[in-house]
Each structure stands twice: as C-alpha cells, then as structure tokens.
T-cell receptor, first 112, second 116 residues
Framework: DAGVTQSPTHLIKTRGQQVTLRCSPISGHKSVSWYQQVLGQGPQFIFQ???????GRGNFPDRFSARQFPNYSSELNVNALLLGDSALYLCASSLGGADLPFFGPGTRLTVL | DAKTTQPPSMDCAEGRAANLPCNHSTISGNEYVYWYRQIHSQGPQYIIH???NNETNEMASLIITEDRKSSTLILPHATLRDTAVYYC?????????????????FGKGTKLSVKP
C-alpha cells in the first residue's frame, strides 16, 4: 500500500511569494497534520484536520493556512513568504485525530 | 514545549545494542511514550509506543520504568542504517474520538551514530 505522499519534493521561492504544498494520506486515513522542520530542530506542529475540519492549530502566523478535501487530501498554503519559512514541511496522516500518525517524505521549501 | 529530555547525541558500535534514554518526569497517567526516528532529511518513522509495560516489536524494545518517569529504547543489534535522530514523545493514547487532537510535540531528539 502507498504511504503518505507529498508534492512537490523541492521548491524554491522568493520572499513575498505564495506557495501551496500538497499531501495525500494513506488510504482510509481521515486525519492529516502538517509540521514545519527547520534545520537542526524537531518538527513543529502547524495544523491538524479531520473530516475536512480544523482540529488543531500550532503557534504559526495567519500567513499559514490549510484545508482538507472530500478525498482527505490536504493543501498547506503560505503567503508572503519570509526567509525564515525555509524548512522541510512534513505531512502526517492517521485514521482519526488521535491515532498513530505516519509521515510523508516532506517538501523542502527554500525561500531566497 | 516538549515534555521529554534526551541526550543530544550518542555513538554505538555496529552489531551492538543501542540504548537510548528518555526522561519524561511530568508524564500524565493517560499519556503514552512514543518513539520515532528520522533518517537524514526524510519524514519521521514510527518505531514503537507503550504505556507502562515493556513493549517489543520487530524494530526495537521499549523499557518504561515502574514510575513511568523515564524510558529506554533498545535497538538490539544496531546497523549503519540505524544512524538517525531518535525522538521520544509523550502523547495521549491512540484511538478515541476521531476528531480528537493528536499532534506530536517533538524535542530535538538524540542523534545516534552507528559506527563500523
């Protein structure tokens, strides 16, 4: 069975631009979470969605937004990119919100 | 903030057991201990989790002290491919209401280097 998939693998943007990252969960999983991992740190929680509703939000500015679609895939949007947004963005899926999360390979975002 | 404390780095000889400690002195009665690892620039990989009894699977063993304030992840025969950052996380029990929040709070983890 396919695991969590994310696209694109790598992305380069300039300051001020907007970016959309995509995630497809494991088949049957209804919850998706997003994490940001900057170099040298552990992943930091951004959002969790379950059945298309936001179930949790980390300490991130309003420039970060997300949504979940009827097929349970998800998008993470970041507006007005800053240099500090350069990071590995990880998506994790789980059956339900508190079930075991399984992570995708991540999207490496570089902001110049 | 993370509710766990781990040493920043450890070395282990290939073929020997790797014992990774974790302190979680403020763990609540309904919280489990989870271990994930992250091989360079990949997504974190689930290893094992437990509540209070020792657990073993095909990847590792988890030993939790009786007072549940600390635990040890054991990789019985470390290989070079086990070189990674290992994260110890305390979190609510898996399952429950589907809409429950279950985000993971990561610390900096332990960088395990397995050497030939």
């Amino acid at each position: 069975d396919a695991g969590v998939t994310q696209s694109p693998t790598h992305l380069i943007k300039t300051r001020g631009q907007q970016v959309t990252l995509r995630c497809s969960p494991i088949s049957g999983h209804k919850s998706v979470s997003w994490y940001q991992q900057v170099l040298g740190q552990g992943p930091q929680f951004i959002f969790q969605y379950y059945e298309k509703e936001e179930r949790g939000r980390g300490n991130f500015p309003d420039r970060f937004s997300a949504r979940q679609f009827p097929n349970y895939s998800s998008e993470l949007n970041v507006n007005a990119l800053l240099l500090g947004d350069s990071a590995l963005y990880l998506c994790a899926s789980s059956l339900g919100g508190a079930d075991l999360p399984f992570f995708g390979p991540g999207t490496r975002l570089t902001v110049l | 903030d993370a509710k766990t404390t781990q040493p920043p780095s450890m070395d282990c000889a290939e073929g020997r057991a790797a014992n990774l400690p974790c302190n979680h002195s403020t763990i609540s009665g309904n919280e489990y201990v989870y271990w994930y690892r992250q091989i360079h620039s990949q997504g974190p990989q689930y290893i094992i989790h437990g509540l209070k009894n020792n657990e073993t699977n095909e990847m590792a063993s988890l030993i939790i002290t009786e007072d549940r304030k600390s635990s040890t992840l054991i990789l019985p025969h470390a290989t070079l491919r086990d070189t990674a950052v290992y994260y110890c996380i305390v979190r609510v029990a898996p399952g429950g209401y589907g809409g429950s929040q279950g985000n993971l709070i990561f610390g900096k983890g332990t960088k395990l280097s397995v050497k030939p």
